[in-house]
Nanobody
Framework: QVQLAETGGGLVQAGGSLRLSCVASGRTFMSYAMGWFRQAPGKEREFVAAAVSWTGPSTYYADSVKGRFTLSRDSTKNTVYLQMNSLKPEDTAVYFC????????????????WGQGTQVTVSS
């Protein structure tokens, strides 16, 4: 089992920044790829970013956030971060951290474990 807990959401003005954190725990979480997804009201959950592993350099981003969001990991703290800069109102959503044993993927169905989510609201 892998447990995930996100923090760091909040209300920010357009153009501002937030950093989300996801603390992982469990017996084998270091072997999992980690991803961030988001879900806006009335919309399907969508891919934001993913990392192949906790230590490798490979990360992937949705086109809508590329150049503005950065995923990073600190294995010493069991934490995955999502730094979000130049936020836009359309970034408003609940953001979820997820873990996959199928490798980094943009498909939510490939992820086995999910956090409870953290709300990000960007005002115009």
């Amino acid at each position: 089992q892998v447990q995930l807990a996100e923090t760091g959401g909040g209300l920010v003005q357009a153009g501002g920044s937030l950093r989300l954190s996801c603390v992982a725990s469990g017996r084998t979480f270091m072997s999992y790829a980690m991803g961030w997804f988001r879900q806006a009201p009335g919309k399907e959950r969508e891919f934001v970013a993913a990392a192949v592993s906790w230590t490798g350099p490979s990360t992937y981003y949705a086109d809508s956030v590329k150049g503005r969001f950065t995923l990073s990991r600190d294995s010493t703290k069991n934490t995955v971060y999502l730094q979000m800069n130049s936020l836009k109102p359309e970034d408003t959503a609940v953001y979820f951290c997820a873990a996959s044993d199928r490798g980094a993927s943009g498909r939510s169905n490939d992820y086995d474990y999910w956090g409870q989510g953290t709300q990000v609201t960007v005002s115009s």
